[in-house]
């Protein structure tokens, strides 16, 4: 099937079938009504999809659009409860399909069978709505009685969401993988260190899992002789700018992994160490002498073998994870998923869900257009996709030949001018991919 093909039965399962059965089953219907689930769900996703602040008489416009006439008061008074629970069943239906491209020929990427990365973001959410989705508490940096957090892992050379599900904003990142797929052999996860477990990184190995990861600063490491490591001290006696060297991980674990280390610029260096000045003193607190000299290096630990990954190009891999944080810095930039016009707790929750079905539905129709990651902006492509949202909403409700033909028109759209344009003090990630592949093109 392909994608076109792919994102007209999802819609149509999730925006249809699955709306239609959670507006019942809520109570958001009660009786036959002209504004059925399906329709309600379609008006807020399409009209938040298209412009994140609009207001309730744009959002009826928008309705028009999806066969229905309703008055801005009659959208504002259905904004209760049982829509919330409406749309956060639509929600979890749309997370539930994944859509995926053909694989992108990326000779540094297809070495593994996959390529995926996860992380996690917060929502801060109303104290009202703490018994519904419940937050980390108003001492910490995440501070609220309520918030909720997106667990994401999506699979970079095909673009495929191979994970989205929302939690309570307390929830550690550690716990939440555990409702993760188990991956394939040979394929590689990059994280952060929210997800950062030894036990994990060793089951991953033992399933053959390839991963790289950033060195979670109180973790021992130990030398092939068994003897404890000082990092501060290892990395001074090699007096080297770069290091790969064989390590053992863990007091318990010692498992076996590459180190590999990088002096950063003294730029970027400086920075760091302000940052941990900064943060450290928020907290009352003086940061040790040896985290500050740390902060002149990048240091990551990975089980994937020298003859597959050099250190050069295990840096550039790295980058790789940041593609995930821009994923959600759209989401909150573009999609304002975060933000709302209004201080009524049920109907911002509404459309916190709503927004959330909406970036997913672009997510699909950014697929529409072919992956081209990391080549891709995605800030431009979002701007093509909300410029043809209530045109894709009005074929929707009109027919599938028109909604494939929109889809026809949005693909020709996102193939120009999407393109991240070529730096040259600083690099993009698909510049560098680019580049750190041609010396293993040539081999024979």
């Known amino acids: 099937m392909d994608i076109i093909s792919q994102v007209t039965s999802a819609m149509q399962t999730v925006l249809t079938t699955v709306a239609d059965s959670a507006a019942v089953a809520s ?3 009660k009786r036959k009504r002209k504004l059925t689930g399906a329709r309600m769900v379609q008006t ?3 009209g938040w999809l298209a412009n994140p602040e609009s207001t309730y008489d744009e959002l009826a416009q928008t309705a028009g659009s ?6 801005r008061q009659g959208i504002e008074q259905r904004l209760t409860k049982p829509a919330t629970e409406m749309l956060k069943t ?13 694989p992108q020929a990326i000779p540094l990427l297809s070495r593994f069978n996959g390529v995926y990365i996860q992380d996690s973001s917060w929502i801060t959410l109303p104290d009202e709505l703490a018994d519904v989705w419940a937050g980390c508490g108003t001492n910490t940096d995440k501070g609220g009685k309520a918030s909720l957090k997106i667990q994401l892992r999506f699979e970079m050379l095909t673009g495929a969401f191979e994970h989205l599900s929302v939690t309570d904003g307390k929830t550690h990142d550690g716990k939440a993988q555990k409702e993760f797929d188990t991956l394939a052999a040979g394929s590689l996860r990059l994280a952060d260190l929210g997800y950062f ?14 991963w790289l990861s950033r060195l979670k600063a109180n973790c021992q490491l ?4 068994d003897t404890l490591v000082c990092l501060l001290k290892w990395l001074k006696a090699h007096n080297s700018c770069q290091l790969d060297c064989p390590i053992l991980l863990g007091k318990q674990a010692k498992l076996p992994v590459r180190l590999l280390a990088q002096r950063v610029s003294q730029q970027v260096a400086n920075k ?9 003193k928020s907290k009352g607190k003086t940061p040790s002498f040896s985290r500050l000299a740390l902060a002149d290096w990048d240091i990551y630990i990975t089980n994937i073998p020298m003859e597959q990954l050099t250190v050069d190009e295990a840096f550039v891999l790295a980058r790789v994870r940041w593609q995930i944080e821009l994923m959600f810095k759209l989401f909150k930039s573009s999609g304002q998923i975060d933000e709302s016009r209004s201080s009524k707790p049920i109907r911002i929750l509404c459309e916190v869900y709503a927004k959330l079905i909406a970036m997913i539905i672009q ?14 902006s995605f800030q431009k492509a979002a701007k093509v996709v909300a410029k043809y949202a209530l045109a894709i909403a009005a074929g929707y409700a009109s027919s599938v030949v028109r909604l494939i033909a929109t889809f026809e028109d949005v693909k020709r759209a996102l193939a120009n001018g999407c393109q991240i344009s070529a730096r040259k003090s600083k690099p993009s990630t698909f510049q560098l991919l680019q580049k750190v592949a041609q010396p293993l093109q040539q081999k024979p």
């Open 90 to 102: 639509t929600l979890d239906a749309a997370a539930e399909q994944v859509l995926a491209c053909c």
């Open 363 to 376: 997510h699909w129709i950014l697929l529409v257009g072919g992956w081209r990651y990391p080549e891709y």
């Open 66 to 71: 999806v066969g229905i006439s309703i008055t």
């Open 197 to 210: 477990s030894l036990n994990e990184l060793k089951q991953l190995t033992d399933d053959k899992v390839f």
């Open 272 to 280: 760091r160490k302000r940052q941990i000045k900064k943060q450290a």
């Open 27 to 29: 109570g958001f219907l």
């Open 222 to 225: 130990f030398d092939t002789d």
């Open 44 to 46: 807020l996703v399409f």
